[in-house]
Protein backbone atom coordinates (compact mmCIF):
# COMPACT_ATOMS: atom_id res chain seq x y z
CA UNK A 1 0.00 0.00 0.00
CA UNK A 2 2.38 2.47 1.20
CA UNK A 3 5.38 3.43 3.55
CA UNK A 4 3.71 4.60 6.89
CA UNK A 5 4.29 8.64 7.24
CA UNK A 6 6.47 8.74 10.88
CA UNK A 7 7.81 9.66 12.96
CA UNK A 8 4.54 11.31 14.74
CA UNK A 9 5.78 14.82 16.18
CA UNK A 10 4.30 15.24 19.58
CA UNK A 11 6.15 18.82 19.84
CA UNK A 12 9.37 20.05 18.97
CA UNK A 13 11.89 17.22 18.77
CA UNK A 14 10.10 15.47 20.90
CA UNK A 15 8.28 12.42 18.74
CA UNK A 16 6.26 8.91 19.42
CA UNK A 17 9.04 6.12 19.23
CA UNK A 18 7.71 3.46 17.09
CA UNK A 19 8.75 0.71 18.80
CA UNK A 20 7.16 1.73 21.46
CA UNK A 21 3.56 1.59 19.95
CA UNK A 22 1.21 -1.91 20.06
CA UNK A 23 -0.86 -2.39 17.46
CA UNK A 24 -3.91 -4.21 17.68
CA UNK A 25 -6.60 -4.64 14.46
CA UNK A 26 -10.20 -6.12 14.87
CA UNK A 27 -13.19 -6.18 12.38
CA UNK A 28 -15.06 -2.63 12.19
CA UNK A 29 -18.26 -2.25 12.62
CA UNK A 30 -20.81 -0.71 10.04
CA UNK A 31 -21.93 -1.68 6.76
CA UNK A 32 -19.93 -2.87 4.51
CA UNK A 33 -19.79 -5.78 1.37
CA UNK A 34 -18.10 -9.45 1.58
CA UNK A 35 -15.13 -8.05 2.16
CA UNK A 36 -15.65 -6.85 5.52
CA UNK A 37 -16.04 -9.99 6.97
CA UNK A 38 -12.57 -10.42 6.53
CA UNK A 39 -10.27 -7.65 6.75
CA UNK A 40 -9.56 -6.09 10.24
CA UNK A 41 -9.31 -2.62 9.55
CA UNK A 42 -10.28 -1.23 12.87
CA UNK A 43 -6.94 -0.04 14.37
CA UNK A 44 -6.40 0.34 18.12
CA UNK A 45 -2.71 2.12 19.20
CA UNK A 46 -1.46 1.57 22.45
CA UNK A 47 1.00 3.70 24.34
CA UNK A 48 2.71 3.24 27.58
CA UNK A 49 2.58 6.46 28.85
CA UNK A 50 4.14 5.57 32.40
CA UNK A 51 7.45 3.64 31.29
CA UNK A 52 7.94 5.47 28.47
CA UNK A 53 11.35 7.41 28.28
CA UNK A 54 10.72 9.44 24.84
CA UNK A 55 9.00 12.53 27.06
CA UNK A 56 10.57 14.66 29.10
CA UNK A 57 9.88 14.22 33.11
CA UNK A 58 8.27 16.96 33.23
CA UNK A 59 6.07 16.22 29.89
CA UNK A 60 5.17 12.96 31.48
CA UNK A 61 4.23 13.98 34.91
CA UNK A 62 1.59 16.67 33.23
CA UNK A 63 0.03 13.79 30.42
CA UNK A 64 0.07 11.39 33.28
CA UNK A 65 -1.90 13.76 35.21
CA UNK A 66 -4.18 15.14 32.57
CA UNK A 67 -4.91 11.93 31.29
CA UNK A 68 -5.37 9.95 34.43
CA UNK A 69 -9.17 9.73 33.26
CA UNK A 70 -7.92 7.55 30.14
CA UNK A 71 -4.89 5.87 31.68
CA UNK A 72 -5.58 1.68 32.16
CA UNK A 73 -2.82 0.71 34.09
CA UNK A 74 -0.24 3.57 32.78
CA UNK A 75 -1.47 2.57 28.98
CA UNK A 76 -3.16 4.77 26.69
CA UNK A 77 -5.31 3.67 24.11
CA UNK A 78 -6.49 5.01 20.91
CA UNK A 79 -9.31 3.73 18.51
CA UNK A 80 -9.93 4.77 14.94
CA UNK A 81 -12.36 2.63 12.52
CA UNK A 82 -13.61 5.62 10.02
CA UNK A 83 -11.75 4.83 7.07
CA UNK A 84 -12.46 1.22 4.87
CA UNK A 85 -8.67 0.85 5.14
CA UNK A 86 -5.75 -0.49 7.67
CA UNK A 87 -3.45 1.66 6.65
CA UNK A 88 -5.38 5.03 6.88
CA UNK A 89 -7.14 4.15 10.27
CA UNK A 90 -3.16 3.73 11.18
CA UNK A 91 -2.29 7.12 10.39
CA UNK A 92 -5.46 8.05 11.76
CA UNK A 93 -4.85 7.07 15.39
CA UNK A 94 -0.88 7.63 15.69
CA UNK A 95 -1.68 11.67 14.47
CA UNK A 96 -4.55 11.05 16.96
CA UNK A 97 -2.36 10.33 19.58
CA UNK A 98 0.18 12.00 18.74
CA UNK A 99 -2.35 15.49 19.07
CA UNK A 100 -3.82 13.37 22.65
CA UNK A 101 -0.20 13.73 23.76
CA UNK A 102 0.40 17.12 22.45
CA UNK A 103 -2.28 18.66 24.08
CA UNK A 104 -1.35 16.76 27.33
CA UNK A 105 1.98 17.97 27.55
CA UNK A 106 1.78 21.17 26.59
CA UNK A 107 2.59 23.71 29.35
CA UNK A 108 -0.38 25.53 31.61
CA UNK A 109 -1.67 28.93 30.90
CA UNK A 110 -0.31 31.76 31.76
CA UNK A 111 -2.64 32.85 34.94
CA UNK A 112 -5.14 35.98 34.09
CA UNK A 113 -4.30 39.18 35.68
CA UNK A 114 -7.21 40.47 37.17
CA UNK A 115 -8.53 43.93 35.83
CA UNK A 116 -10.83 46.04 36.84
CA UNK A 117 -13.76 47.25 34.56
CA UNK A 118 -13.28 51.28 33.99
CA UNK A 119 -16.32 53.15 35.31
CA UNK A 120 -17.18 55.31 32.34
CA UNK A 121 -17.78 51.79 30.43
CA UNK A 122 -20.12 50.77 33.13
CA UNK A 123 -22.01 53.60 33.70
CA UNK A 124 -22.08 53.93 29.96
CA UNK A 125 -23.93 49.93 29.89
CA UNK A 126 -26.32 51.42 32.39
CA UNK A 127 -27.43 53.98 31.19
CA UNK A 128 -27.94 52.18 27.80
CA UNK A 129 -29.71 49.71 29.90
CA UNK A 130 -32.11 52.49 31.24
CA UNK A 131 -32.80 54.04 27.60
CA UNK A 132 -33.63 50.07 26.54
CA UNK A 133 -35.61 49.84 29.11
CA UNK A 134 -37.65 52.85 28.55
CA UNK A 135 -38.09 52.00 25.29
CA UNK A 136 -39.73 48.98 25.91
CA UNK A 137 -41.78 50.27 28.88
CA UNK A 138 -43.25 52.57 25.68
CA UNK A 139 -44.30 49.76 23.79
CA UNK A 140 -47.22 48.35 26.56
CA UNK A 141 -50.70 49.37 25.87
CA UNK A 142 -51.65 50.61 28.76
CA UNK A 143 -52.54 54.39 28.41
CA UNK A 144 -54.08 54.01 24.99
CA UNK A 145 -57.55 54.72 25.38
Known sequence: MGVMSGPYIIRGSVSLPEAELQWRFSRSSGPGGQH??????????????????????????????????????????????????????????????ASLLAEATAPPPRPRRATRIPRGINERRLREKKQRAETKRGRSGRDWS
Request: zero cysteines; aromatic letters at 4%.
Open 36 to 97: VNTSDSQVELRFDLASTDALPPVWKERALERLAGRLVGGVIAVRASEHRSQWRNRETAAVRL
